[in-house]
């Protein structure tokens, strides 16, 4: 396999942007999740206006993983207010990190985390967080092996359907 890039995506690459989350949000989710349910959340979720204004936030940031140019993953981080709960100025939230599924295993996931991880420090973070669905066990056992531990519930909508997002810290400091 050729070399994984991790590269900051830039506000001319919305469109790419639109093109992954869809896709991959589209393969984690589908199996487990209401057809009409699931193309309402993409369609709202990752509508270009949605996106770009997500792109030009200065409290977040996207990364894309690639080979050769192509994306294959990718990974939202959340700054200050911009962090979709906790709102905590010394925690950066992980919001998504989602890979194409042939490049699951290959360690994508991992890259997009450790850059994650970096930046995190980097900003002096003292706690990175996120929420994954409880019914996503493959998720949560890669941040659990990341040293993330559970502190909290909360309900995400999917459509018309609430589901259970298990919240999950890592503390950077002690």
Known sequence: M???TIEKAAITEVSQLQQIAKKTFY???ADNNDEENLQTYIEEGFAIEKLTRELQDDNAEFYFAKIDEEVIGYLKLNFGSSQTELKDDKAVEIQRIYVL???HGKKVGQFLYDKAIEIARNKNADFV???VWE???RAIRFYEKNGFVEFDKHIFKLGDEEQTDIMMKLKLKA
């Open 2 to 4: 050729n070399t994984i």
């Open 27 to 29: 393969e984690t989710f």
């Open 101 to 103: 599924k042939e490049f």
């Open 129 to 131: 967080w996120l929420g």
């Open 135 to 137: 019914e996503n066990p």
